[in-house]
């Protein structure tokens, strides 16, 4: 978990959404993060990428954690001030 925290390359208050249905990236996500000192805020898989955008503009932090099957997802949420960190190339 440590080593993947460091690969997260967040910092202390930074608020990390992750998007994920109990996985074991998912997990991963949430040990690293609040490893790091960052704020987990776990994104619903019932959640449509329509109800999905305004509430990431809302809070106005950039980074999101995919891994497999959420990078479809967030292809329709894709914006120039997220950072989407890919666990599975930091897992693997």
Excluded: W
């Excluded at 997260?8 to 990236?25: A, M, P, T």
């Excluded at 503009?57 to 890919?86: N, P, Q």
């Amino acid at each position: 978990t440590r080593r993947i925290a460091q690969n997260l390359r967040i910092n202390e208050d930074d608020i990390v959404y992750q998007y994920g249905d109990g996985s074991f990236e998912v997990i991963c996500g949430l040990m690293s993060t609040l490893c790091a000192g960052g704020t987990y805020v776990p994104l619903s898989p019932s959640m449509l990428p329509m109800q999905i955008r305004p509430f990431i503009d809302e809070v106005h932090d950039e980074y999101i954690l995919l891994h497999g099957e959420t990078r479809e997802t967030f292809s329709e949420v894709i914006d120039e001030k997220l950072t989407f960190i890919h666990l599975d190339s930091i897992i693997m």
